[in-house]
């Protein structure tokens, strides 16, 4: 069973006690992009031939690799199953996951009598967005992020980039994502896409989007949802 259904893409917004995933679905069910996030610690970010994924009943699951078990240290593996979603007119829906953390103890010396792998199984709800059409609009780069000091003020943030669609009367709005991820230091942003609605002229078009917000938060990235980028945030002082 494929995780989604449909042409829409999908992006998994997780969180548990002491960690954020995030998580990358194409149409065809196979996980782009998976963004691992420990509050207060590292964040590790895999994407193509290093995440091993597959799909069977339960849904969709995606390992990647923490720890290689370099310097006879212990293998460690994440594993997360994304339950199957068929996406409608609905932006996004509630959803539950399960991850794993998986420990190999170190071969160094040879195997010792006991368990050879210790499990952490990780209770995990958020919201999965619907509404990535690939191929079809909203790609977008060019992108530029910077924090705005200059007198009088206030200082602002401000985030600009430029979208490609197939034809004219799209329109582009990025808005705060709520909630907001672990790092306080990373801004989340959705990025809306609107269809045309009335005539539609020939050719694609380049649409320029826009967002500004008087903050003194000094963020580092802002990342727009779904699917990235993080822009580094540059100071203007």
């Not at 963004?35 to 995606?62: L, P, Q």
């Not at 909203?138 to 003020?153: E, K, V």
């Not at 694609?204 to 580094?232: A, F, K, M, N, Q």
């Amino acid at each position: 069973m494929e995780a989604t259904m449909g042409k829409k893409g999908l992006l998994f917004d997780l969180h548990g006690t002491r960690l954020a995933i995030e998580a990358e679905v194409d149409a065809g069910g196979a996980v782009e992009r998976l963004r691992y996030s420990v509050r207060g610690g590292e964040t590790r970010e895999f994407a193509g031939s290093e995440i091993s994924s597959g799909t069977s009943d339960e849904g969709t699951r995606a390992t990647v690799m923490l720890e290689s078990g370099a310097a006879d240290g212990p293998i460690v593996r994440f594993t997360v199953t994304l339950p199957p979603v068929v996406a409608g007119d609905e932006d996004s829906f509630d959803v539950t996951a399960a991850g794993l953390r998986s420990t190999h103890r170190s071969l160094f010396g040879g195997p010792r009598p006991g368990p050879q792998v210790s499990y952490d199984a990780i209770d995990l709800t958020g919201v999965v967005h619907c509404g990535r059409v690939d191929g079809e609009a909203g790609t977008c780069d060019d992108w530029y992020a910077s924090h705005d000091h200059m007198p009088p003020g206030p200082a602002t943030l401000r985030v600009r980039g430029t979208c490609r669609c197939p034809t004219t009367g799209y329109s582009v709005e990025l808005r705060r994502h709520e909630p907001q991820g672990i790092n306080p230091k990373d801004l989340l942003l959705d990025k809306v896409l609107t269809p045309p609605s009335g005539v539609i002229g020939p050719g694609s078009s380049d649409v320029e989007v826009r967002y500004e917000e008087p903050t003194d938060v000094e963020y580092d990235t802002v990342t727009i949802l779904p699917g990235g980028p993080s822009i580094p945030v540059q100071e203007v002082q």
